[in-house]
């Protein structure tokens, strides 16, 4: 099958049109010539309807989305959103309703804002929340300033340093750069865990707070996490909770128990918004009753007659327009009322027991980066004993073949050709058996076939690109020749 979709400048026929224009019902008026085109519109395709609309169904159909396959993409849990919450998301009241709405008539919106809060507080343990933050960048940013807010309010000008394991997502030290502050890297030992001793000699008075994901981002839980907590706060430090895994311990235990004193939550991921694309997301926030007062506002409160926003006293301020993405706000909360607090804890239950089955199923090919239960997604490395020229690359591009999103590859940068593969709790053991079935038919063909794992993919509409070219030699317009070029080459 010939899979070539010419551009759809090519498909261009002089005198082709695919609308009718009503006819002029207000007066006409004339434009200044200079806001007026001098060299025409030849550079616009004429086409018909038909193939304008085939055009982009076509481009559609060549899309991978979680609605027609497994998407083990690690640390961004894209999973299957069930679609009752995006008909909760486009009910009228809510799809109407204006952000500058007298709250007196927006009282189901804030009645929603404050349930979601308090749900959120439960499952976390922490005393106050904030759904204010748009993204799970922009939580960790509130959480650093939060930190900044609460020292300076003591007083206390010298904390300079921010901790950051040296597996951390890389908006971790970004987020702490940005706020201001001097990065100090902390070294993990070899069970994945943070270096208690490389930890307490970077300790001192300088340090404001450490920003810790737990589960890490080798897919594994903190061992000795309280014991991180204590010593971090003995030396005056507040513990910051990277919430993108946080749907790997729902139900189980609160990262306010462990000893965290602000998290973010992910809702685009741990509470049903699909994630992905650029957005909407939300990073919402969770913290202690003494970083509470400078929460960014409005938050929700219940008198005893209404909803109402207030602005806690010692606020950091807004952080986003409005009141944050709503509509994200509301696929949490039907997420969250539609399963329950046991449904809640299945999630976590099953998104671990599918990795786990996932990281022994592949061991003997694909060697875990380390040698102990994971959590919700697993770290693998596509180092292969029979295949040793073939890289972690050619591994996943050869998956696209086969009808599968590649994972996360090459992160945690600590782990030699890493494979991060998170099949969350959506999948079922029959796709995840097939995954392990297609992954282990690879490791063959890598060492039967290199060439082929190479080439991959072969059978996809685009073949293997050039990403390093793409990335700094980007084509933003078409180009006939260039396009030629291509094909040929």
């Not at 993108?244 to 939550?265: E, Q, R, S």
């Not at 993405?325 to 099953?350: C, E, K, M």
């Amino acid at each position: 099958m010939n899979t070539y979709e010419p551009p759809i400048f090519e498909l261009s026929a002089p005198g082709k049109y695919g609308a009718n224009l009503p006819d002029l019902d207000v007066p006409l008026t004339a434009l200044p010539n200079d806001l007026l085109r001098q060299d025409g519109l030849a550079s616009l395709p004429e086409l018909s309807e038909t193939e304008v609309v085939r055009h982009f169904t076509r481009l559609s159909q060549r899309n991978f989305c979680i609605d027609t396959g497994m998407y083990p993409l690690g640390s961004c849990t894209m999973k299957y959103n069930p679609k009752l919450h995006e008909e909760a998301a486009r009910l009228p009241g809510f799809v109407a309703a204006h952000p500058l709405q007298n709250e007196a008539l927006a009282q189901g919106a804030l009645r929603l804002i404050y349930e979601l809060q308090n749900d959120l507080a439960e499952l976390s343990g922490f005393d106050a929340v904030s759904l204010q933050p748009a993204a799970g960048a922009q939580g960790e940013l509130v959480g650093i300033l939060l930190f900044r807010a609460y020292h300076l309010d003591r007083g206390d000008s010298a904390r300079t340093e921010i901790l950051v394991p040296n597996a951390a997502h890389g908006t971790n030290p970004a987020t702490a750069s940005m706020a201001g502050y001097k990065v100090v890297e902390v070294k993990g030992d070899d069970r994945g865990n943070v270096d208690l001793a490389d930890l307490k000699s970077k300790l001192s008075p300088r340090v404001a707070g450490m920003m810790l994901t737990n589960p890490n981002t080798l897919g594994l839980f903190e061992e000795r996490i309280e014991e991180v907590c204590r010593l971090v706060h003995e030396a005056g430090g507040l513990m910051y909770c990277d919430g993108a895994n946080f749907n790997a311990i729902l139900g189980i235990v609160k990262p306010a128990a462990l000893g965290f004193d602000f998290m973010h939550y992910n809702l685009h991921k741990t509470f049903a918004t699909p994630h992905g694309g650029g957005g909407p997301g939300s990073g919402s926030v969770g913290c202690t009753a003494a970083l509470a007062p400078f929460l960014p506002g409005p938050i929700v409160q219940k008198t005893a007659e209404s909803y109402e926003f207030f602005i806690p006293k010692k606020s950091i301020g807004r952080v986003k327009a409005f009141h944050g993405n709503f509509a994200v706000l509301v696929r949490a909360w039907a997420y969250i009322r539609t399963l329950g607090s046991a449904g809640l804890r299945t999630v976590s239950d099953l998104a671990v027991l599918n990795a786990n089955y996932i990281r022994v199923q592949l061991a003997e090919v694909y060697p875990p980066a380390v040698e102990r239960i994971c959590m919700h997604e697993a770290v693998l490395k596509g180092q292969l004993a029979a295949a040793p020229e073939i890289h972690t690359l050619d591994i996943v591009k050869r998956l696209i073949d086969y009808g599968f999103h590649p994972p996360t590859i090459y992160f945690p940068l600590i782990v030699p050709e890493a494979i991060m593969i998170e099949p969350t709790e959506t999948e079922s053991k029959r796709e995840l058996d097939t995954f392990i079935a297609t992954m282990r038919q690879i490791a063959e063909e890598a060492a039967t076939q290199p060439e082929l794992l190479r080439q991959a993919p072969v059978n996809a509409p685009v073949r293997r690109v050039d990403e390093v070219r793409a990335a700094r030699q980007p084509l933003l317009r078409y180009n006939k020749e260039k396009f030629a070029e291509l094909r040929k080459s």
